[in-house]
């Protein structure tokens, strides 16, 4: 039997009395609920609440049009200070830098040159140490005879005593 003929024939079905009962058949291929919503009613908005979001989307579309108002100003006094700033005087050859205003600067911080204060007396105490480094490090120790291990002695087993 075919889907087709189990869906339009009704199913028969009989008793232990004799008596037969007509079922109809169900589709188990069909959807159980509606594709589309059942209701039709719109929910109430509440109008408090639209209100207060349409005030909040005027301010903040109206705080946008400001900032970008003051952008463009910054943007555009920039240029014009760009403009008539007369540029700056390129660096001189002689290592000096245009923040030195005339004092001579070394090449090396402060800092740059406590650390290397710390290389020199490090490697000026390897150089007074020298003697007992080449003590410690230079000699070997000589490899200690080696022992050959005695053979296992052959034991018995030992017997516990009873205790009386």
């Known amino acids: 039997m075919s889907t087709e003929q189990s869906e339009t024939t009704p199913a028969v079905t009989a008793h232990s009395q004799g008596e037969t009962h007509t079922v109809p058949a169900v589709d188990i291929t069909q959807q159980a609920t509606t594709p589309t919503a059942t209701t039709t009613t719109q929910r109430a908005k509440n109008p408090k609440r ?19 108002k003051a952008a463009e100003a910054y943007i555009a006094n920039n240029k014009a200070k760009a403009t008539t700033a007369a540029p700056e005087p390129a660096p001189t050859t002689e290592r000096e830098s245009p923040k030195s205003s005339g004092e001579k600067n070394s090449m090396l911080s402060t800092t740059q040159w406590l650390y290397v204060g710390g290389i020199v007396v490090s490697l000026v105490g390897i150089y007074y140490k020298r003697e007992e480094l080449k003590a410690v490090f230079g000699k070997k120790t000589p490899e200690p005879a080696r022992i050959e291990p005695q053979p296992a002695r052959a034991t018995q087993p030992k017997v516990l005593r009873q205790m009386d």
């Open 50 to 68: 639209v209100a207060a979001r349409k005030m909040v989307a005027e301010r903040t579309r109206l705080a946008w049009e400001q900032q970008k």
